[in-house]
């Protein structure tokens, strides 16, 4: 296993750590994982009390009982208008009660947005709290999660108040890049979560492999690789469901050199062609929605350039049939509401017979 320096502290982080959202139902199988994990070097479990139906945090803390000089564990609690100092104690000694700790590495705070940060450090707010607990010991270091944009996220950065950042990233959502490299300035670490993009970069992809034309590896695999290899990624968080994802992981981090900046570029330069190719077809700007008749014209678009850009067929041919029947393209009635609002000026009506042909038709 790889480690790297996380956040302004210097806490040794393992290159690939475990997102505890997607443990086995299996208490035994979910502690074999998380034991399994650690063996390999994993150092850094991330959990949320509502993961695995409300399981997880029993399950991971389970699976590292008597591991905790090993194996990090962050909790994770949101702020809303209503919470105090007291309502946020409680929550956090609701958790490690659940997670059976005496005290965690790491608190995230979950959910957090520039509309909501001043629910964080309001007076008798939630941050005196973790305050509080960070003076008895009780946490060691303070980072956030949320979905906000870049460009709110690079101000909540810019606070001072936390050490690492939680953010999606991988290789179809490469949104949040500038706050991730905001971060690498101010020496703030970042997880990665759903590295490999929640599964969807789980099938092979001719096309994905021109990311790294030398490498024969899954696209998993280079999905990871591209992850790690963003100088400002300090660790890849994948939510780990099975042995196998695990070894098939680990084995990614040790088979390579770590990434240099020069594989990054390389591989952003191939993503960037691949954007501009799906661009042409569809920027998801969305500015045509909402289509009086149901249609999700971006929604459809987007699957057919992760079919025919991005290589990704079985998955996108699956998810357009996984979409309501008043979605799909099939659903146009040809109104031409739509066309006069696309900026890109594209024929939509045309473009959605393209999708439905391709989705529809026997074969992909
Ligand atoms: S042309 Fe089709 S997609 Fe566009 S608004 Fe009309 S029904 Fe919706
Ligand atoms: S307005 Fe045009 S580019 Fe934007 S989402 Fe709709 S079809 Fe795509």
Redesign the pocket.
Known sequence: MRYRSWGPRGVQVSALSFGCGRLPEDDAESTALIQAAVAAGCNYFETASFYCGGQCQQKTGLGVKGLTDKAMVSAKIGVEPTTTADSYRKEFERQLTVLGLDRVPWLMVGWLSVENLPHLTKKGGALEAIEQARSEGLIDHLGFTGHDTPENFIEILKTGLFESMTVSYHILNRTYEPAIAAARLLGIGVVAMNPVGGGLLGAPSAELQRLLPHASATTAALALRFVLANPGITTACSGMATLAQLQENVATIDGVPEAADADHTAMTAVLDQFKSLGDRFCTGCRYCMD???G?D?PGNFNLYNLATVYGLRDHARASYHNMEPAKRASA???????ETKCPNQLP??AQ?DTVRGLFESVAV
């Open positions: 289509c009086p008749h249609v014209i146009c009635t040809r109104c031409g509401e739509c939509i009506i959605l």
